[in-house]
């Protein structure tokens, strides 16, 4: 049975992981879809992200991991990577949460709570002037982690994040192979994709989970 797990950071953390709060995006003309990071480097990630909620504007709230590694972790960092959906995987636009506190013991999945980043903070930097026009794609992934007896990890920052195909141990279940997308001034939609995931909405919020039993 997955623990439900909450991060405790600091206030200061979370207002810098916040930011961007009263800006707005334009309301339309424009969509964006979370993904899980299978991209360069994936398959070395002591840590994985195979869940990642979604709540509208709020952008990303929380995270599925699953620790890979033989050894507790007490800490995590995650990265984001804007791509053109459907393009050759250039990154536009990425950025990282401060080190969060996050006790996850070996070969073991856990849902996280994070301080809100909105999608004003992730989408700003790609915008033009007052313009935002495109369908976007947004891999999340776990770039730093502590380990409890004191080392610690850091991912190499991919040059591109086209991604690669994945041999998974199970075939994919009913259900499965669409991913949250978020358009401007519509709400949420599932969209299909060539992923094992699965998409699950619930009103204004959104999680796309992988639908390997365990994690992938």
Not at 187 to 202: A, D, H, K, M, T
Request: glycine residues 12%.
């Amino acid at each position: 049975m997955i623990r439900t797990k909450v991060i405790l950071v600091l206030l200061v953390f979370l207002a810098v992981a916040m930011g961007h709060e009263g800006e707005r995006l334009p309301s339309s003309g424009w969509t964006v879809g979370f993904r899980l990071y299978q991209a360069e480097g994936f398959d070395s990630m002591p840590v994985r992200v195979i869940g990642v909620k979604s709540e509208g504007d709020k952008g990303l709230t929380g995270v599925e991991l699953r620790n890979r590694s033989s050894k507790p972790v007490s800490s995590i960092r995650i990265g984001w990577y804007v791509s053109t959906e459907g393009g050759p995987g250039t990154i536009l636009a990425q950025g990282e949460t401060p080190l969060l506190s996050a006790s996850l013991h070996a070969d073991e999945s856990a849902q996280f709570s994070i301080p809100p980043v909105s999608l004003a903070k992730i989408l700003k930097p790609i915008m033009k002037g007052n313009t935002l026009r495109g369908d976007f794609s947004i891999q999340v992934a776990v770039t730093e982690i502590v380990y409890e007896d004191g080392p610690s990890w850091k991912f190499s920052q991919p040059a591109n994040v086209a991604q690669i195909k994945v041999h998974y141990a199970h075939a994919p279940q009913g259900g499965c192979g669409q991913v949250c997308r978020w358009i401007a001034g519509v709400g949420y939609v599932c969209e299909s994709v060539q992923q094992n995931v699965r998409c699950i909405v619930f009103g204004e919020s959104c999680i796309v989970e992988s639908c390997e039993s365990g994690g992938n």
